[in-house]
């Protein structure tokens, strides 16, 4: 099993909105990540998590919350976005120190 | 300021013949490289890495060359299939933590 699981796959809400995206995976893996990419643009490291435990924030902004419940899980808590956060956000996950395995992503529109 | 640069934001290239996708770095801290393959409204998919220890890898198809001292890496596919067409991107990272991605190179394969 080599899967990254996102979901939802789409995500329509409004800036008064909470709402959480959700990442799992099963390979075992220690590391987990958040990226976000807009249109035509590579992807952009948002959170790395290692071990479940925060190790790199990207100067997020903090309505963004990230959360790692266990080493299989990984949410990423929104509220109170605004329409420039609209973008495909994706979740890798790896080996500490190997290559990253991505979802398929959730597409976000922020209204 | 971008650390991993794809000069060439196309590529086209006709069936059977071989793809040169090109990649040039500015961070000498860079010690981990890795290329990913891309469709729309999908994640990245994994295809080859290299470690700053080597100058070549090979799985398949795929070939990655890295020549350190001009900061470039290379990925080579041969022979190019028409399910090769898609976008690439290079990335690199120091200890594969936090990938760096490029602009992405969208390569085309003609029939």
């Known amino acids: 099993d080599t899967e990254v699981t996102q979901t939802p796959k789409h995500l329509v809400m409004g800036m008064t909105n909470k709402k959480s995206l959700k990442c799992e995976q099963h390979m075992g893996h220690r590391a987990m990540y958040w990226y976000k990419q807009k249109a035509k643009k590579p992807p952009e490291l948002m959170f790395v998590y290692s071990y479940e435990k925060l190790s790199i924030n990207e100067s997020v902004p903090s309505r963004f919350s990230p959360e790692c419940p266990n080493s299989s899980l990984l949410n990423l808590h929104l509220h109170a976005l605004q329409p420039e956060d609209s973008a495909l956000y994706l979740c890798a996950s790896s080996e500490v120190g190997s290559e990253a395995f991505f979802g398929q992503g959730t597409r976000l529109t922020v209204v | 300021d971008q650390q991993v640069k794809q000069n060439s934001p196309s590529l086209s290239v006709q069936e059977g013949r071989i793809s040169i996708l090109n990649c040039d770095y500015t961070n000498s801290m860079f010690d981990y490289f890795l290329w990913y393959k891309k469709y729309p409204a999908e994640g990245p998919t994994f295809l080859i890495s290299?470690?700053?220890?080597?100058d070549k890898n090979e799985d398949g198809r795929f070939t990655v060359f890295l020549n350190k001292s001009a900061k470039h890496l290379s990925l080579h596919i041969v022979p190019s299939q028409p399910g090769d067409s898609a976008v690439y991107f290079c990335?690199?990272?120091?200890?594969?933590?936090?990938?760096?991605f490029g602009q992405g190179t969208r390569l085309t394969i003609n029939p």
């Open positions: 290299i470690s700053s220890i080597k």
């Open positions: 990335a690199a990272s120091e200890r594969a933590q936090k990938l760096v």
